[in-house]
């Protein structure tokens, strides 16, 4: 992938065409395929979106190391927070009951490996039922404390450094699943269904490693930021 610092002035699809996993980031600020040649900048103007926020969040995961923003402060955290509502949709109402889907495609296909259905499931069932635990308490409880906090209001039993001891990671059973079926899982036909499933696993773990590096790098710090000056006035 191109580590490249995209500006309001390029392309919306030259953006696509150097990193084409951006087309998941663009679809969670809810703007839609047709871009023309239009620019960052009259794209994101044309569909409500602060062209600051999308730029800090595209270039931030087109880089190679995901390090706390450095400059955080113009970001727009009722954009961001769109953005990750719209993620955690994806995930929860398509991403991951499709890759089960694909499990049970694959398991299904031999009749030698239908030994190994309920365990898979259970496994798989078990980590759907983290990550929405998770995504949940976000949903419930961090982006209502963002939106309070949009609006002036402090909370002064809650703060984003609750939200920061307790964000886990939420993609390592993917990786425990993927690892798996790379090292135990034989299949004697149909060896393209596993190799499409691990395809899909390697993309979505990777895609929730940098959901999760989103929110500890760009979203805590400006909270923090917004919190203190909050404090301060």
């Given at each position: 992938?191109?580590?490249?610092?995209?500006?309001?002035?390029?392309?919306?699809?030259?953006?696509?065409?150097?990193?084409?996993?951006?087309?998941?980031?663009?679809?969670?600020?809810?703007?839609?395929?047709?871009?023309?040649?239009?620019?960052?900048?009259?794209?994101?103007?044309?569909?409500?979106?602060?062209?600051?926020?999308?730029?800090?969040?595209?270039?931030?995961l087109?880089?190679?190391?995901?390090?706390?923003?450095?400059?955080?402060?113009?970001?727009?955290?009722?954009?961001?927070?769109?953005?990750?509502?719209?993620?955690?949709k994806?995930?929860?109402?398509?991403k991951?009951?499709?890759?089960?889907?694909?499990?049970?495609?694959?398991?299904?296909?031999?009749?030698?490996?239908?030994?190994?259905?309920d365990?898979?499931l259970?496994?798989?069932?078990?980590?759907f039922?983290?990550?929405?635990?998770h995504?949940?308490y976000?949903?419930?409880?961090?982006?209502?404390?963002?939106?309070?906090?949009m609006?002036?209001?402090?909370?002064?039993?809650?703060?984003?450094?609750?939200?920061?001891?307790?964000?886990?990671?939420?993609?390592?059973?993917?990786?425990?699943?993927?690892?798996?079926?790379?090292k135990?899982?034989?299949?004697?036909?149909?060896?393209?269904?596993?190799?499409?499933?691990?395809?899909d696993?390697?993309?979505?773990?990777?895609?929730?490693?940098?959901?999760?590096?989103?929110?500890?790098?760009?979203?805590?710090?400006?909270?923090?930021?917004r919190?203190?000056?909050i404090?301060?006035?």
């Open positions: 992938m191109e580590n490249k610092q995209f500006s309001r002035s390029d392309k919306m699809t030259a953006l696509v065409n150097a990193d084409f996993t951006l087309l998941l980031t663009i679809s969670r600020f809810d703007i839609p395929m047709g871009f023309g040649d239009k620019t960052i900048a009259e794209v994101c103007d044309t569909h409500n979106v602060d062209c600051n926020t999308f730029l800090a969040v595209v270039n931030f087109s880089e190679t190391t995901h390090d706390r923003a450095k400059t955080y402060e113009d970001i727009d955290l009722k954009s961001v927070t769109r953005y990750l509502k719209n993620a955690h994806y995930f929860l109402e398509y991951l009951p499709a890759l089960r889907t694909k499990l049970l495609l694959m398991i299904d296909s031999q009749v030698e490996t239908a030994v190994f259905r365990v898979f259970k496994f798989f069932d078990e980590y039922t983290e990550v929405k635990k995504m949940d976000e949903n419930k409880t961090v982006f209502p404390y963002i939106n309070n906090i609006e002036g209001k402090r909370d002064k039993k809650y703060h984003i450094g609750i939200f920061e001891q307790r964000h886990d990671r939420i993609e390592q059973k993917l990786k425990e699943l993927k690892n798996i079926l790379m135990h899982y034989s299949l004697h036909a149909g060896n393209n269904l596993l190799t499409e499933l691990l395809l696993i390697f993309l979505c773990e990777k895609d929730l490693t940098l959901h999760c590096a989103v929110e500890d790098s760009l979203i805590i710090p400006a909270m923090m930021f919190e203190a000056k404090d301060t006035q």
